[in-house]
């Protein structure tokens, strides 16, 4: 049973890039393989949990338990990230040394969350929110914020927040961004570390379940409310952080903020969440 | 709920002088920091330290809001309200931590007897709550399961 | 420090969320070094002159604490003095005008 699903999506996964070795690329849709893919995925879902609506995905474990639900409500009476999204609109506005700030890279008074993760065709590489975060204050001649927490996390929850609601439609268009959707999706399968365990081993086969003393969140909404107030951290993390430590904890290679690797995961896992809506910064435990 | 001040201010300051100063200085370092009750590293120790030796009873008038299995012993959400009349001081309590005394709040005359925070448990432990009304003390307990503790663990 | 006073139905709920770190003074840092206890003793609010609200509180409570009560006797536009001190002579006073629903 579990490893039926892998199997069937990697082997899935092989037909298909066999499929487009022996195309011409221009007579590739490339979004309607991706569409398929999402709508196994979301359907995954929807059979295994068909009391949880789609849209209550974005809250995680909180849409599949009640006694953590009820904290996790308590918690939002007053969520401990208000004070990160406070700074954070502080930092997005703070002059640079050459008089711009954040807030000059980013239209709409930087509630563009919507418009990432997003594949960049001229660099040929996926972009992330904390990607242009930081690339912006490269451009402007500012060291860039160091990965996973701090100030980096804190203007993520700002244009998170005044973000909410955005619907998560992140596009397919070419085998560049294809094959950079394909990288991310053989992370999520794929076994790695110590525990030779897979994203989707827990994540899908083990969602809503216990291992040990932790309920597994579903895939489905895993990008929609970064970044996260986790309890454990006493602090607002990003996402790649959230991946860092779940490698970590798995016994798997880590890998940085902003990777390659974890670009790609996370483009591959917003895709999946295609049709919810952006509802970070959020507070987990 | 409705006590006079003359009560009222024998049981937390011991005078109406004190509680002006609680008034008109926010910003002094205040009186009465309860150190011995908050030092105490036992239950009964710290209750002793706080209340003295006044009687204690079991009360169901008391209601404790806490989750069953705590997320995490960092950030345990609690209520704590009463319906007895005449209540001075709530105060809640914990085994769990090495300081049993969370936190001890004054039943101000025009505040409903019911507060809502956030507490550390630093493993599975019981909740205690103590409402003080008059001479008496009626106390509460609840057990909170806490799979990953809150002291920087 | 981050304070909603809001009246709801009788009374005003207040919620407020004080940005502190709350050590317990048995935290070791990442050099293995123990952190000073660094806490928050005591909380007060009030209206008018007249306390609404005190509390005693130590290191059991949640770093940044959360406290929300509710009280009597106040409206719309009234203005919520609160003030907290900690075991280090840090102080911070602010004040927030009530609000409706």
Not at chain 3, 8 to 25: C, R, Y
Not at chain 3, 42 to 61: C, D, M
Request: net charge positive; with cysteine; charged share 25%.
């Amino acid at each position: 049973m579990k490893k039926t699903i892998q199997r069937r999506l990697l082997t899935g996964a092989l037909v298909l890039m066999t499929a487009l070795v022996t195309k011409p690329a221009h007579a590739v849709n490339y979004q309607a393989l991706v569409d398929a893919d999402v709508k196994k995925f979301q359907g995954y879902f929807r059979k295994e949990f068909p009391d949880v609506k789609f849209e209550d995905y974005g809250d995680g474990v909180y849409a599949l338990d009640e006694d953590a639900r009820k904290q996790w409500k308590e918690m939002e009476e007053f969520p401990p990230y208000e004070l990160d999204v406070e700074a954070g609109k502080a930092l997005f506005n703070k002059p640079f040394a050459n008089g711009k700030s954040l807030a000059s890279c980013f239209p709409n008074g930087g509630a563009v969350r919507g418009n990432y993760p997003y594949f960049d065709e001229k660099r040929k590489q996926v972009v992330t929110l904390e990607m242009a975060i930081n690339e912006c204050r490269v451009a402007n001649g500012e060291k860039p914020y160091p990965g996973f927490k701090g100030d980096l996390a804190k203007v993520s929850a700002y244009m998170a927040y005044i973000s909410r609601g955005q619907k998560i439609d992140v596009k397919v268009k070419s085998a560049a961004a294809y094959n950079a959707y394909m990288k991310g999706k053989a992370f999520f399968y794929g076994k790695r570390g110590q525990l030779n365990m897979s994203c989707s081993g827990c994540h899908m086969e083990y969602a809503g379940r216990h291992l040990r003393a932790e309920i597994m969140s579903p895939a489905l909404g895993h990008t929609t409310h970064f970044p996260v107030f986790r309890s454990k951290w006493g602090e607002i993390g990003t996402l790649h952080k959230r991946y860092e430590g779940c490698n970590d904890n798995i016994g798997a290679k880590p890998f940085e903020e902003q990777s390659e690797e974890y670009r790609d995961l996370e483009f591959f896992q917003t895709i999946m969440s295609n049709g919810l809506k952006f509802n970070g910064p959020a507070a987990r435990k | 709920m409705g006590i006079s001040r003359r009560n009222f201010c024998k049981t937390i300051a011991g005078s109406a002088a004190s509680v002006a100063v609680l008034a008109a200085m926010p910003g002094k370092l205040m009186a009465n920091w309860s150190d011995k009750a908050f030092a105490a590293d036992k239950l009964e120790d710290a209750i002793a330290a706080k209340y003295g030796s006044l009687p204690i009873e079991e009360s169901t008038a008391i209601q404790i809001k806490a989750p069953e299995i705590a997320e995490n012993g960092a950030f345990v959400p609690v209520t704590i309200s009463t319906t007895i009349p005449g209540v001075t001081n709530m105060s809640i309590f914990t085994p769990a931590n090495f300081s049993p005394m969370v936190a001890s709040v004054d039943v101000m005359p025009r505040m409903k007897p019911e507060v809502s925070l956030r507490i550390r448990m630093a493993k599975t432990a019981n909740l205690v709550v103590i409402a003080q009304a008059g001479g008496k003390l009626y106390r509460v307990t609840r057990e909170v399961k806490v799979t990953i503790g809150g002291c920087g663990g | 420090m981050k304070i909603k006073a809001i009246v709801q139905n009788d009374a005003v709920s207040v919620k407020m969320l004080i940005p502190h770190p709350m050590e317990t003074g048995r935290r070791k840092d990442q050099n293995g070094v123990l952190v000073p206890h660094h806490f928050i003793t005591e909380v007060t609010a009030s209206h008018n002159g007249e306390t609404v609200f005190h509390a005693e509180i130590g290191p059991g409570v949640s770093k940044d604490p959360y406290l929300s009560f509710q009280f009597t006797g106040a409206k719309v536009g009234d203005k919520l003095k609160v003030s907290w001190v900690d075991n280090k002579g840090g102080a911070e006073t602010a004040e927030e005008a009530i609000t409706a629903m």
